[in-house]
């Protein structure tokens, strides 16, 4: 069952051993960062830090930094379980029969049911704090890395609504402390909540929410079409309706169940220099201009819990956030290109850079066709480079992919150089926002393509890999997994398993 809130969530990590109370007294000023990157790269557990210097809370950091947490967050055994539940009701079709009927209609209530619900009274208000008694120095915000350009809250869910049709959406985007009740807010160019904001005429009301439920927290980083409120995803993931309360100082709805919410507003054109900031790219991305939004309530619980998070150099806490989108919107991937077999966004390859993806190849250029399909899907469409495979390759499989790469690539026929959007904090284009794309075919290539002959694969016979499966305790050799005619990764595993286990 996954958890309610982030005490919950706290209390199941304890059990099962995957959290460490941290006393000492540590500085979130950059100490923090160098603790959880050695954590992280570790494979080890959620930290909360009971004392931060200078802070009157304490904070949550790496409560994602594994699959297996991320599996616990969500309640699974594997994060493709999560995708088949939607992928349920993306498939869901007029039913047939009886049986079928029932089905359909306990998916679309649980649909129906996944809005959020607002109640009269929630433990996030449990104290409040309006005015000149709002200091965001009590909250023990990081300063992350050396050359930031100061504290940023980094694990914030930021709700907003759409002006015209009174659509809520929820992002998570960073906030630089400016002052003890002023942020910026880092919406980039591509974002639902900037659309928001150039929607809005004058003062546009926010709330931001600080320790949720975990997928809650995930589901603000999920990139979900713009009318989709991100808190009806939670709750359908949670199967329990994220709870909602209208706020002390805002006509906006906040969560009952959050540890903190800032309540406040941004003022149309109040701008102010945002970063450097050491960000997922793994570099600073410079200054840069963005809003301003002012504080006018902390509410919160009792003894509030903070969450933070590192971005930096891959791979970070985040590689998971990012794994379960990758795993959880491929339902979504394939109703759109439904060739698409599996796509791996490697983490090195800080997710917009780089999209190996497997096809079911039926016709000439077929690779070419689903480049041009990803770099117009959604926030996929931001991607640098994407390698075609066939389907029989495993794409989570970086030895195999880099095999098909030099057998079945000729450089000249099977590479496509194009140009489109890029991602606001790509710091390699020439301009910013836009420039080059790479498009690789390493799919096995057909006489309408203009080849000679393809030649068959290496492939060992059934018959002998069974003779030598029945055998094998006869040889006096230990391990004898087949791999037949696939380059395994050569001692490189699957990245989805191995990012957490490194030291
Ligand atoms: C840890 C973390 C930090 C992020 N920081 C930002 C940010 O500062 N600005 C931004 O625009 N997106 C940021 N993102 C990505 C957005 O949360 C993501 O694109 C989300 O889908 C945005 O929601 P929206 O499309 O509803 O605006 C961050 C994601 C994560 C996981
Ligand atoms: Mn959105």
């Not at 939670?234 to 540890?259: C, Q, Y």
Request: proline letters at 7%; charged letters at 25%; aromatic letters at 6%.
């Amino acid at each position: 069952m996954p958890t309610r809130d982030l005490r919950d969530w706290i209390a199941l990590l304890e059990r099962e051993g995957e959290l460490v109370r941290v006393s000492a007294e540590v500085d979130p000023h950059l100490e923090v960062t160098e603790i959880v990157d050695r954590t992280v790269r570790a494979g080890g557990p959620a930290l909360l830090f009971e004392n931060p210097r200078g802070a009157q809370h304490a904070l949550l950091i790496n409560q994602f930094g594994t699959e297996r947490r991320m599996c616990l967050a969500f309640g699974v055994e594997s994060l493709d379980d999560v995708a088949n539940r939607l992928a349920d009701v993306l498939e869901l079709q007029p039913p047939e029969g009886l049986v079928a009927k029932v089905r359909g209609l306990k998916t679309l209530k649980s649909i129906a049911d996944s809005r959020p619900r607002t109640v009269k009274r929630g433990a996030s208000q449990e104290v409040v704090l309006r005015g000149d008694e709002v200091d965001l120095a009590r909250l023990p915000v990081q300063t992350c890395w050396p050359g930031d350009a100061g504290p940023f809250i980094t694990l914030p869910a930021v709700i907003t609504r759409n002006p015209r049709t009174g659509q809520r959406n929820v992002g998570m985007y960073r906030m630089q402390v400016l002052g003890p009740r002023s942020t910026a807010m880092h919406w980039q160019i591509h974002k639902d909540g900037r659309a928001d904001y150039l929607f809005t005429e004058g003062r546009m009301e926010i709330a931001v929410a600080l320790g949720l439920d975990p997928i809650a927290t995930y589901s603000a980083s999920a990139p979900l079409p713009k009318h989709i409120d991100e808190f009806m995803l939670a709750g359908f993931l949670r199967d329990s309706p994220v709870e909602v309360v209208k706020g002390v100082t805002i006509d906006l709805e906040v969560p009952a169940d959050a540890e903190i919410v800032l309540e406040g507003y941004i003022d149309k054109g109040e701008l102010t220099d945002e970063g450097p900031f050491g960000d997922h790219t793994g570099y600073y991305t410079p200054a840069e201009q963005f809003p301003v939004f002012n504080v006018t309530a902390i509410t919160m619980r009792k003894d509030a819990i903070y969450p933070s998070i590192v971005v930096g150099k891959p791979p970070q806490e985040d590689a998971w956030l990012g794994k379960a989108t990758e795993r959880i919107f491929l339902p979504a991937v394939k109703m759109t290109v439904p060739e698409i077999v599996d796509y791996d966004l490697p983490v090195a390859g800080a997710f917009h850079n780089l999209c190996i993806v497997s096809i079911r190849k039926a016709f000439p250029g077929h690779a070419k066709k689903v480049m041009h399909a990803i770099w117009g899907l959604g926030m996929l469409s931001l991607t640098k480079g994407v390698i075609v495979v066939d389907e029989h390759v495993d794409v989570h499989d970086y030895g195999q992919v880099m095999f098909y790469v030099g057998a079945n690539v000729d450089p000249q026929r099977d590479v496509v150089i194009t140009e489109g959007p890029l991602d606001h904090l790509d710091h390699a284009p020439t301009l910013q926002f836009v420039g080059g794309k790479i498009g690789i075919d390493a799919t096995a290539k057909g006489p309408l393509e203009g080849t000679r002959e393809w030649p068959p694969e290496i492939v060992m016979s059934e018959e002998v890999r069974e003779l030598v499966d029945r055998r094998w305790s006869e040889y006096g050799l230990e391990d004898g997994r087949s791999v037949n005619g696939v380059p395994s990764g050569m001692g490189q595993t699957k990245q989805l398993s191995r990012i957490g286990r490194r030291a």
